[in-house]
């Protein structure tokens, strides 16, 4: 049993029902064996790239990032001592009621897989949970919050058959200051990529860092 887990979250997609909102939403997420060493390795990779290219490179983010950028940080991460996860939902198969609560579907989401995966593969002490930071009230924030705490406690005792839940440790970061975060952005982009695009290559790269048993899918095929 190790003593602290962290867990990286990020997405592709958003959750909302306008017309212009996506189709797909993914959750893109990983635990690394060492963080500090795979957040040293993408600050190095970062800057080679930035002097190599003759660009700035603020920070990873596979949506903005040409394909030579694309293909190193991929590369990386299938080489670093990681593993993957992620979550991917086709919103219109969503049951009407997350559908009219796209606050309660993120949640669920962002929460529910990740963490049951993380209990029943590490079964840690504590879990450091790392989140994108969000434009959100702080109402919001405090209750996505609660709803971490929550739903580990729930897991924990109903579904591990633990007598104490894991500590909990919200981090709500700016990606531009964590890698790692960085990382979890590229591993929902690949996996987004392939659903909506057809485009493969990128989540082929590194299929093999995602567990076959963290990967959850409603209404869509990779």
Known sequence: MPGT???????????????????????????????????????KLRRRLSKRLGIEIPEFKFSKDREEVRSAVLGLIAESDVTCGFVAVKKGSAI?????????????????????????TFNPERIRYV?????????????????VKDKASWVSVMECNSCRPPAIHLVHEDSRNDPCLQAADYLAGSVYAAITRGKR???EKMEGRFRQDW?????VQI
């Open 131 to 147: 989140i994108d930071k969000q434009v959100w009230s702080g109402k919001r924030r405090d209750g996505f919050d609660r709803y």
């Open 96 to 120: 009407p009621y997350l559908q009219q609560n796209p606050d309660r579907m993120y949640n669920y989401l962002a929460v529910n897989y990740p963490i049951k995966r993380v209990l029943r």
């Open 215 to 219: 990967r959850d899918m409603w209404g």
């Open 201 to 203: 290559n990128y989540f």
């Open 5 to 43: 887990v962290t867990l990286y979250i990020d997405e592709s997609g958003d959750v909302g029902f306008k017309p212009n909102s996506s189709e797909v939403f993914v959750i893109g997420y990983l635990v690394a064996g060492k963080p500090l060493r795979l957040s040293n390795d993408l600050n």
